[in-house]
């Protein structure tokens, strides 16, 4: 049944939608800031890779506890009251952030500042498919999601305005932007219609983890969980070691930021794309291409030479191909799962992905740890990209494109 009929209606979607982007945008920066921020960090406080390794996977790992709670939660207390909450908790520890005085304090502030962001992406996501009518449900989802790559976008500017020392303004831009749109959220977005109906008929119950394993949904879950962890584990990995990782192939901290940028805006664009052909014919050549080209370019950038135009055309191909991939798997996630348990499925598989999201730049501490160059770094990552592309398009095949009853 569709969701949302009617000029009315569809200026509830509109309104929810925006508020959605926005909030995803305001991830986006906190999210970016500690790619961005780490060469200041590591001058600042002489951190080693591993140390650096523990700062970047501190916000992970309390984003994947924040993921299980909100997205169960959402489904129990509804959508907007516990993304409002998230929205703030995150923007309040990230504006504590540059109070820290060593790497443990700063790892602890941003493993409260991962509370907040994980319970929030969940609900995002939930909220937006089901505040959208069905034609527009898988393109909505991945308009959200743009907006956290313009985020990290926006993050990248503010370190290129501020010098390296400068660092901690990353984090006060990225606490002030969400606490100023949680009041407003409060006020002016309205609940999802979906969550307001379920309460009334639904028999499941809400919020229950043993329920998204149920009535032949495990093949589906288990397949949404393997793409989530290792695409999440190749994002965070390439997050928050690029720009390390392009200075040691020679670029400049501004050319490496420059190329950062570059990951984002393309990456954004290309969730923009997919999100369009998801909802037409070309939605299944459009999947194979983005999953195919995501191997093929994590080697062509390991073996490129060191210079600056073919590698920032790499970085940038790579942004297009990771975040669409990433787009696609949320623009999925709510598919599976009927309303009363939509929160915690999707919140589930946020959470795995969470997992990834830790391993991600601690493996890239260990390898560098181990004086892995850049180009054999990358070398290392292919592997668990092939891996991670073809469980994805296992799970294209396997999901229907429309979801589950709103």
Not at 38 to 62: D, E, H, M, R, V
Not at 170 to 187: D, K, R, S, T
Not at 252 to 262: C, K, L, N, S
Request: proline content about 5%; overall charge positive; charged content about 10%.
């Amino acid at each position: 049944m569709p969701i949302l009929n009617g000029a009315e209606n569809n200026a509830v979607a509109r309104t929810t939608v925006i508020f959605c982007v926005l909030a995803a945008l305001c991830e986006g920066i906190d999210l970016q800031a500690a790619g961005v921020a780490a060469s200041g960090i590591a001058a600042k406080f002489n951190a080693s890779p591993a140390q650096l390794g523990n700062f970047f996977s501190a916000s992970t790992f309390g984003l994947f506890f924040g993921a299980l709670i909100g997205g169960r939660l959402a489904d129990r207390m509804g959508r907007k009251s516990v993304l409002v909450a998230s929205i703030a908790l995150f923007g309040l520890f990230s504006l504590l952030t540059p109070l820290a005085f060593d790497m443990a304090s700063l790892s602890a502030a941003r493993l409260l500042t991962g509370l907040g962001l994980g319970g929030a992406l969940p609900i995002l996501i939930a909220l937006t498919a089901e505040s959208s009518p069905e034609n527009r449900r898988s393109a909505n989802v991945t308009l959200m999601y743009s907006g956290a790559p313009f985020g990290g976008a926006i993050a990248s500017w503010v370190s290129m305005v501020f010098a390296s020392s400068q660092w901690r303004w990353i984090f006060i831009v990225g606490g002030i932007a969400p606490l100023v749109l949680a009041p407003v959220m409060a006020l002016l977005m309205p609940e999802s219609p979906a969550f307001r109906r379920a309460q009334d008929t639904s028999a499941t119950a809400r919020g229950s983890v043993t329920a998204i394993f149920a009535e032949g949904r495990t093949p589906r879950t288990l397949l949404l969980w393997a793409s989530f962890f290792l695409g999440l584990l190749t994002l965070y990995l390439l997050l928050n070691w690029l720009p390390t990782l392009l200075q040691g192939v020679g670029l400049t901290r501004a050319q490496a930021v420059g190329a950062q940028i570059g990951f984002n805006v393309g990456g954004a664009l290309a969730a923009l794309l997919i999100g369009y052909l998801l909802e037409g014919r070309l939605r299944r050549p459009s999947i194979v291409v983005t999953f195919v080209a995501l191997p093929l370019l994590v080697l062509l950038l390991a073996k490129s030479p060191p210079q600056l135009a073919m590698v920032a055309l790499l970085v940038l191909l790579l942004g297009c191909a990771v975040i669409a991939a990433q787009a696609f798997l949320y623009a999925m996630a709510p598919a599976p799962y009927p309303t009363a348990i939509r929160g915690i499925g999707v919140g589930a598989a946020v959470a795995v992905g969470r997992i990834g999201s830790i391993v991600g730049p601690k493996l890239g501490g260990v390898l560098k740890g181990m004086g892995h160059n850049s180009s054999r770094l990358l070398m290392d990552l292919l592997p668990i990209v092939i891996v991670g592309s073809l469980a994805a398009l296992w799970l294209a095949w396997y999901v229907p494109k429309r979801a589950a009853t709103l």
